[in-house]
Nanobody, 125 residues
Framework: QLQFVESGGGLVQPGGSLRLSCAAS????????IGWFRQAPGKEHEGVSC????????YYADSVKGRFTISRDNANNTMYLQMNSLKPEDTAVYYC??????????????????WGQGTQVTVSS
């Protein structure tokens, strides 16, 4: 059974932090490039961050550089997005993704095969 289950979203004040998690089962994350993308109301999908499987090269959208960190825990087959210094414009549904071996320089997996159900992140005072 293939599963890719997200957790960790919620409501946070500006300047606060959240950590999103995606736990995979039925496939091995270490084989793939992994990433996070988001969709704000009225907007198209936007790449946030990605790690290539070949050499571990990371990519971040300009809007999140210095604030967000992507990571993976191969022992637990889980990926994470640590989000610090959150801003209202970070409000969106966030999705994890995996596939292929490579990332675009805008923070998306180039050939997505798996993605999570999405988790809402709301940044508001």
């Amino acid at each position: 059974q293939l599963q890719f289950v997200e957790s960790g979203g919620g409501l946070v004040q500006p300047g606060g932090s959240l950590r999103l998690s995606c736990a995979a089962s039925g496939f091995t994350l270490d084989y793939y490039a992994i990433g996070w993308f988001r969709q704000a109301p009225g907007k198209e999908h936007e790449g946030v961050s990605c790690i290539e499987s070949s050499d571990g090269t990371t990519y971040y959208a300009d809007s999140v550089k210095g604030r967000f960190t992507i990571s993976r825990d191969n022992a637990n087959n889980t990926m994470y997005l640590q989000m610090n210094s959150l801003k209202p414009e970070d409000t969106a549904v966030y999705y994890c993704e995996a596939g292929g071996n490579y990332c675009s320089n805008s923070g998306r997996v180039i050939r997505t095969h798996f993605w999570g159900q999405g988790t809402q992140v709301t940044v508001s005072s």
